[in-house]
């Protein structure tokens, strides 16, 4: 029986960085993958949807060149050319995963399945294994919503929209969250009758209302149709049945959700449980219930981020391999929807704070036709909100912008250390950037407070100009 100090079981963001953290440490190390190296976020997530919408907006900015003079571009666009763009995206980055750029790490991989066969052993593509340590970083998977007719339908997922090849008329969106609201408005950009119907009373349901706003006026400008307040009851006939009637579709594209990916794992047989969910149960440093077992990633239930993900694995792998517990602040993960405007946020949202701090909590916003970058290219549709705490420090921000996700990880390093918006200003900003936006915010907030300590200062400088006489 083989022995390792480290398993991997998943391929993905988690398990890769997990995998590559262990053979840095010089850990005997084990990667085991059931299908391609790099996981969702390389083949139908990250990549291959940011790829879709680089063309989307190259569209775009193509159809409205009149405005600068040259003659607008006009007509349907095809697909297929489209998407050889995002297969050139994955075919470039693909390497980057390789079995082969894991093996100077002193990383093996082994394709094929694994299962648990107990606490410490489990047999990976039909090989015994035994482990000092394993960390689980199956991913997640689509999961459809429990609508009569949906799953017979079969229609698209994030997993099965790249197979297009050609645009389809009449497509229907199910979800108005970031990823049904990133395709919506490519697709729609490029060309396809797109209607995105979403259950909740507004899009991006945990962002602040005004990007949700923002996120609608943008989709509706690229043609598309928003429906909210549309829970889907059935599915039938090439149509989604809902409250206002019908929406009838050539094709479907259902973001209703992910799910864990345990399913013939063995993990029962390795100590491992389940959340009510389907998640594997972890605890603050990501130990299951085999203390020997990790998991981190989409798997936990605690990350749909790619950038999570890979923190999550590199802290469970140092804490297996050297008891080094690195905490993640889970209240400075910064996240963004990359439809345009972007949408990126970081810690809280103002009606959360003001639910945990009450009066302690003030708000700047700041509308973006004040922020020069924007006027020069006529981006003048997004702004900037800090929330700000107790002691005034920076506890969430919300940057609508192109490039917001640039933006936001300056803030959020600032609400990580703990910020005050005067400590944020202090901090000089390249001129004119997007990032204009959080620091004019920040300084709101001093401005505010120098306002009302107007009387103490005026009183400091009268007394300042007595003693120069």
């Known amino acids: 029986m083989s022995a390792y100090d480290m398993v991997v079981v998943g391929g993905g963001s988690a398990g890769l960085t997990a995998a590559r953290t262990a053979g840095r440490l010089g850990a005997r190390t084990l990667l085991v993958e059931g299908d391609r190296l790099g996981g969702d976020?390389?083949?139908?997530?990250?990549?291959?949807?940011?790829?879709?919408?680089?063309?989307?907006?190259?569209?775009?900015?193509?159809?409205?060149?009149?405005?600068?003079?040259?003659?607008?571009?006009?007509?349907?666009?095809?697909?297929?050319?489209?998407?050889?763009?995002?297969?050139?995206?994955?075919t470039a980055i693909e390497p980057h995963d390789s079995a082969e750029s894991l093996r100077p790490l002193g990383v093996e991989v082994a394709h094929g399945r694994a299962v648990f066969t107990g606490g410490r052993t489990l047999t990976a593509a039909g090989r015994e294994v035994r482990f000092r340590y394993a960390v689980i970083a199956t991913g997640s998977s689509p999961a459809l919503a429990p609508v009569p007719g949906l799953a017979e339908a079969a229609p698209l997922?994030?997993?099965?929209?790249?197979?297009?090849?050609?645009?389809?008329?009449?497509?229907?969106?199910?979800?108005?969250?970031?990823?049904?609201?990133?395709?919506?408005?490519?697709?729609?950009?490029?060309?396809?009758?797109?209607?995105?119907?979403?259950?909740?009373?507004?899009?991006?349901?945990?962002?602040?209302?005004?990007?949700?706003?923002?996120?609608?006026?943008?989709?509706?400008?690229?043609?598309?149709?928003?429906?909210?307040?549309?829970?889907?009851?059935?599915?039938?006939?090439?149509a989604v049945h809902g409250p206002g009637g019908p929406l009838p579709y050539d094709a479907l594209l259902a973001v209703t959700g992910r799910r864990a990916n345990t399913a013939g794992l063995g993990?029962?047989?390795?100590?491992?449980?389940?959340?009510?969910?389907?998640?594997?149960?972890?605890d603050a440093r990501l130990r299951t219930g085999n203390p020997r077992i990790y998991a981190a990633g989409d798997v936990t239930g605690r990350s749909a981020f790619t950038h999570l993900g890979g923190a999550q694995g590199g802290a469970a792998a140092a804490d297996a391999l050297l008891g080094v517990r690195r905490r993640i602040d889970g209240a400075a993960v910064p996240w963004v929807t990359f439809t345009d405007p972007e949408v990126a946020r970081v810690g809280r949202t103002a009606a959360e704070a003001r639910a945990e701090h009450g009066e302690a909590v003030r708000v700047h916003t700041l509308t973006h036709d004040r922020v020069d970058r924007a006027v020069t290219e006529g981006r003048t549709d997004g702004f900037t909100t800090l929330v700000l705490g107790p002691r005034g420090r920076?506890?969430?921000?919300?940057?609508?912008?192109?490039?917001?996700?640039?933006?936001?990880?300056?803030?959020?390093?600032?609400?990580r250390l703990g910020w005050t918006a005067a400590q944020?200003?202090?901090t000089i900003h390249p001129y004119p950037t997007y990032a204009d936006g959080p620091w004019h915010a920040?300084?709101?907030?001093?401005?505010?407070?120098?306002?009302?300590?107007?009387?103490?200062?005026?009183?400091?400088?009268?007394?300042?100009?007595?003693?120069r006489r």
Do not use: N
């Open 41 to 90: 976020c390389l083949w139908t997530g990250c990549v291959p949807s940011k790829a879709l919408l680089h063309v989307a907006g190259e569209v775009a900015t193509a159809r409205r060149a009149d405005r600068y003079g040259l003659a607008a571009a006009t007509g349907p666009v095809d697909l297929a050319a489209a998407m050889d763009h995002v297969r050139e995206a994955i």
């Open 157 to 238: 997922t994030t997993d099965s929209v790249w197979g297009l090849d050609r645009l389809p008329d009449r497509l229907v969106v199910l979800g108005g969250g970031s990823a049904g609201c990133e395709l919506g408005q490519a697709l729609a950009r490029l060309g396809a009758r797109v209607t995105v119907a979403e259950a909740a009373e507004r899009l991006l349901p945990q962002e602040e209302p005004d990007a949700s706003a923002a996120v609608r006026r943008a989709l509706e400008a690229a043609g598309a149709t928003v429906l909210t307040g549309y829970p889907a009851e059935k599915v039938t006939g090439g």
């Open 267 to 282: 993990l029962a047989t390795a100590g491992v449980r389940l959340t009510e969910r389907g998640d594997v149960r972890v």
């Open 394 to 415: 920076i506890v969430g921000a919300t940057v609508v912008s192109p490039r917001a996700g640039e933006t936001i990880a300056h803030l959020a390093a600032g609400v």
């Open 424 to 426: 944020y200003a202090r």
């Open 442 to 467: 920040a300084l709101a907030d001093v401005y505010g407070l120098l306002a009302r300590a107007r009387g103490a200062t005026g009183a400091l400088l009268a007394l300042r100009r007595g003693l």
